[in-house]
Every structure is written in C-alpha cells, then in structure tokens.
C-alpha cells in the first residue's frame, strides 16, 4: 500500500535527484523549486552548465551591450521545457515590479531581458544564476516521483545555489540533510 504524499509547498525548496533517477536529463541534479501548487510545479536545474552557450555570444544575440570587464557567466541547462527561454535566478535584492517572482525572502526569480541587460551593465542582482529551459512537472506529478523515492527535498542555502561549483552542488545539497552520497541507495523501502 502507497502512502500519500503530504501537501507540501515545495517553493523556495531544493530537490535532490536520487541515485537511480531513471531520467539522464536529471541524473545526479539539483532543482530550486520556483512554483509549486495543486496545478503542478517549476523549477530551474542549477549543476548542470552548457558550455556550448556563452553569455557573450546570448547577449550579442540579443543586442545587449556589456562592460568592456565584465566576467563570463556561466549559462546552466535548467530543464527540458521552453529550453530557448531563459530564467535568471537570484538574490532577492534584485526586483523587477511585476515581472520577478519573489519566491522567497532570498530568491527571486526572473524571465526578462532587462534583467539581462542589468546584469550586463553591473547593475544586476548580487548574485545571479542563468538557465536556459525548466523543469515542469503537472499535478501530482512531482509528488508522485518523490514517493517513488526519486528525489529528497530540503531548504535552500545561498551558499549551494551560488557558491558551491557546479561538480560539488549534489554533493553539498545531500550535506544539507546530513546524507553521505555514498550511503544513498536507489530502492524506496517500505516499512
């Protein structure tokens, strides 16, 4: 017998994918959970980079200018939906009226070439993390993998999302929980 998944409000939260995710795309990934309802739920993957896309090549796709120094910002695969839209997400002391969604008292996320632009011209969020494409899940949908033991959840850190190198956030998420990557097994027990 199944037991329900509780009705938890997953937004602001990170998802841990388990060992044994039976999708490539989310192998070993890390999800901030940015929307999360009866409805279904979004999230941005944050370990996953695309080396192939530069932010110097997007912006002069786009016809942005930059500062002559400023840094390369890495661009992440942030999921399979809409993979030609692109999601910033960032420091909550960045706000655009009616265009970012505040998640939470940190984050806030954006889908908007004026946050481009800004980043750009130095006048970005403190921090920042670029995607291309989300990760969508309809309703019951996420709930349904997470008691098929396909992800752990646990609160987000600043540290994680931002500071941590790609390579480590998996890793650094399960110490969160205080889990050892390598005592993780792949099969849902059941009591």
Request: contains cysteine; negative net charge; charged residues 20%.
């Amino acid at each position: 017998m199944e037991m329900p998944v509780e009705n938890v409000n997953l937004c602001g939260k990170l998802l841990i994918a388990m060992p044994g995710m039976n999708d490539p795309r989310f192998e070993k990934s890390v999800v901030y959970m940015c929307a999360h309802s009866d409805d279904g739920a979004m999230g941005l993957i944050l370990n996953k980079p695309t080396p192939e896309v530069k932010f110097a090549d997007l912006l002069n796709q786009l016809s942005i200018e930059a500062l002559p120094d400023m840094p390369e910002t890495p661009i992440h695969f942030g999921g399979p939906v809409e993979v030609g839209r692109g999601f910033v997400l960032h420091t909550a002391d960045y706000d655009l009226d009616e265009i970012t969604l505040q998640v939470d008292a940190q984050f806030g996320m954006t889908a908007s070439r004026d946050i481009l632009t800004d980043i750009a011209n130095g006048e970005g969020p403190k921090q920042a993390l670029l995607a291309l494409g989300y990760a969508g899940w309809g309703a019951g949908q996420l709930e349904h993998e997470i008691q098929q033991n396909g992800w752990l959840t646990c609160d987000a850190s600043l540290d994680v999302v931002f500071d941590v190198a790609d390579a480590g956030k998996w890793v650094a998420a399960l110490k969160l929980l205080g889990v050892d990557a390598l005592m993780l097994s792949a099969t849902a027990g059941r009591a």
